[in-house]
């Protein structure tokens, strides 16, 4: 018995057709490819042109639509993030000497993307791919400050687990920290993951003040006092704005 497929499926299947060999295509030539009656071909088409992932040319083929290559820069946005925004991390450690992450939220939780490790002797353990949840140290706290309405609402609602001796884990006082967090525009922690570890992050946002990732600072906290965390603060937020206007530009 032959497997069923969808109407999505088949859709999807025209989309996958083009690749960099591939440009344009006309009605014949999907149809012929994906195996299906013409008629039902420029339904699948009508359907794509509709919604903007594809688009007639001149000559009577279809093109990817502006729809669709949208996402495609939205996804590459996402991938080069982490490439525009070491240079300036390696400045910002140079200029700290501590620890410079840039996190990003993925599945519910902070993953680390990219990492510069200070020269001195005493690190923390945070490294590149480490996941932890939003509610925890300010490298996390920040995204989930900053995150869509929608999945702050969702996270929040399910139970916070407490693994650290500071983590907040009362809903209430979360949304309460998380507010003050968005009206200072920066994010500090003392001992949430790394026990004697003090961290700074601010947001990186994009023109439309939406969240790209989150850039943070850290280092033991006898290292970390009120004067140097307010020059991290200064410096995280330099920084911050150079990676969103380099990656804006790479657009």
């Known amino acids: 018995m032959a497997k069923f497929r969808s109407t999505a ?21 999907i ?26 040319t001149e000559d009577d083929a279809f093109r990817l639509g502006p729809r669709l290559l949208q996402f495609a820069r939205l996804a590459r946005r996402q991938e080069d993030v ?28 902070a993953v680390c993307i990219e990492r510069v490790e200070t020269p001195q002797a005493v690190r923390i353990s945070f490294e590149r791919g480490h996941i932890q949840p939003l ?6 706290k920040i995204l989930l400050a900053y995150a869509p309405r ?3 609402d969702d996270y929040l609602a399910a139970p916070l687990p407490a693994f650290g001796s500071n983590i907040v884990t009362d809903v209430q006082q979360l949304r309460g920290e998380l507010a003050e967090i968005r009206r200072l525009g920066y994010c500090i922690s003392e001992s949430e993951v790394d026990e004697g570890a003090t961290a700074v992050a601010v947001p990186v946002l994009d023109q439309r003040q939406r ?20 020059r991290h603060v200064e410096l995280l937020r330099a920084a911050s704005a150079e990676i969103a ?5 790479d657009m």
Do not use: K
């Open 82 to 109: 982490g490439v525009v925004a070491l240079p300036i991390m390696e400045e910002l450690c140079r200029q700290t000497r501590e620890t410079v992450l840039l996190t990003r939220i993925s599945n519910g939780h």
């Open 211 to 230: 969240l790209l990732a989150g850039l943070s600072t850290a280092g033991p906290t006898f290292r970390m006092g009120p004067q140097v965390v307010a």
């Open 150 to 152: 929608g999945l702050l």
């Open 245 to 249: 206007e380099r990656v804006i530009e």
């Open 9 to 29: 499926e088949n859709v999807l299947e025209v989309l996958l057709l083009f690749d960099a060999s591939r440009t344009q295509l006309s009605a014949d030539e």
């Open 31 to 56: 149809s012929q490819l994906i195996g299906a009656p013409r008629s039902t071909t420029y339904r699948y088409i009508r359907t794509l042109r509709g919604i903007g992932f594809l688009e007639r």
């Open 135 to 140: 509610h925890a140290g300010a490298s996390s």
